[in-house]
């Protein structure tokens, strides 16, 4: 069983930054590519960034040039560095990853269980 824990939410100004951190803890599994949704009030989630474990990146058109995903494969953590945020990037953001169960080469996707960030105008 893979568990994602998130950290760093929280309430900034327009063009603060924020990073956030999603750290897998667990046995047995292998994590391959993980991935920052987010969810605003209303909206269906969306993938805002997303990392291979050859650290191969991609981000939304939203997030460009302002977002950068990394990842530290030691300890099992990806983060999402967010600079001169904005109002619209108001929402739940949620850690996703993919891993694949050793035992049995079974792959399954896990969900973290989200942390609030929120831009003021």
């Known amino acids: 069983q893979v568990q994602l824990v998130e950290s760093g939410g929280g309430l900034v100004q327009a063009g603060g930054s924020l990073r956030l951190s999603c750290a897998a803890s667990?046995?047995?599994?292998?994590?391959?590519?993980m991935a920052w949704y987010r969810q605003a009030p209303g909206k269906q989630r969306e993938m805002a960034s997303a990392?291979?474990?050859?650290?191969?990146?991609t981000y939304a058109d939203s997030v460009k040039c302002r977002f950068t995903i990394s990842r530290d494969n030691a300890k099992i953590t990806v983060y999402l560095q967010m600079n001169s945020l904005k109002p619209e990037d108001t929402a739940v953001y949620y850690c996703n990853a993919d891993a694949t169960i050793v035992m049995s080469l079974t792959r399954r996707t896990h969900w973290g269980q989200g942390t609030q960030v929120t831009v003021s105008s």
């Open positions: 667990g046995s047995g599994f292998r994590i391959n590519a």
């Open positions: 990392i291979t474990s050859g650290g191969s990146t």
